[in-house]
């Protein structure tokens, strides 16, 4: 297959397994409830797995971490933060959290599935046309906006972040690294080195603080970057290369990209965070506008009604 290799490299550099003595196996059943079914996918401090629901045979994902993990690394006021964030988000293009369920030595969280798995599976099948690549980009944007008004960041926005539902659309996961505005220091900045480095903002890399908003809004203009070219705006194998370009701004679109989309991708890779575009200005961008309907989602008070006539 003729593919993005920096991408898949990528990808292999960032996995590594979590053991913990005890093995979730398939078929398991899960506090009597879930039946585990295969692994989905692993991260640093994470395991997903397919699952279904015995009672209503609904297909979940659920994500399986260590408690001993994340206690040495100090990250339970981190898990807690997330557990608290995905409780409150409901939006179309979000992965919903379900529940959540401890034993002695692991957290699991039950979400909503997403089908069609990786966006990046099937981006890394060639390129995305440009209305394709645009109609995903407004999901994301519509999607980081909700966000962002709720004060949450979600600071590690990537294309392993990004899934497909059975219908195609997109479905946002993994919140383990963002951070509520409350986190944010006195300067009103926020100052822990996280992100990936393909798709970390130079200020990032250049150990300033930073605004949550304008770092996940230069991680949406690589994912764009990425879903249109189908590789890397700013890549090096060596990692200092990479991070020069980055802090420079400087990158190059492939002759298929549009004069407007090239403008627009500019306007979002600018290394100045105080000049960079913000989602306002974004959602009136020609590029951007063209065909873009302002998603309705219900508010909290129709889940809180839907859910007590539930029972
Ligand atoms: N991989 C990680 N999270 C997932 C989810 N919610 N659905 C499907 N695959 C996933």
Known sequence: VQVMPEIREYNGNTLSYVTDGEEEELGCKLFKKYELGKLLGYGAFAKVYHARDLRTGESVAIKVMSKQ?????????HIKREISILRQLRHP???RLHEVMATKTKIYFVLEFAKGGELFGKIAKGRFSENLSRKYFQQLISA???CHSRGVFHRDLKPENLLLDDD????ITDFGLSAVSEQIQPDGLLHTLCGTPAY????????KGYDGAKVDIWSCGIILYVLNAGYLPFNDPNLMVMYR????GQFRCPKWTSPELKRFLTRILDPNPNTRITIQEMINDPWFRNGYEEIKYPTDNEF???NSSEG
């Open 144 to 146: 980081v906006e909700y």
């Open 168 to 171: 195609w659309e997109l479905k």
């Open 69 to 77: 993990r994340i206690l040495k690394k100090n990250l339970t006021a």
């Open 304 to 306: 809180e009604f839907k």
């Open 245 to 248: 370009k980055i802090c420079k």
């Open 200 to 207: 970390v903002a130079p200020e990032i890399l250049a150990k």
């Open 93 to 95: 293009h979000i992965v």
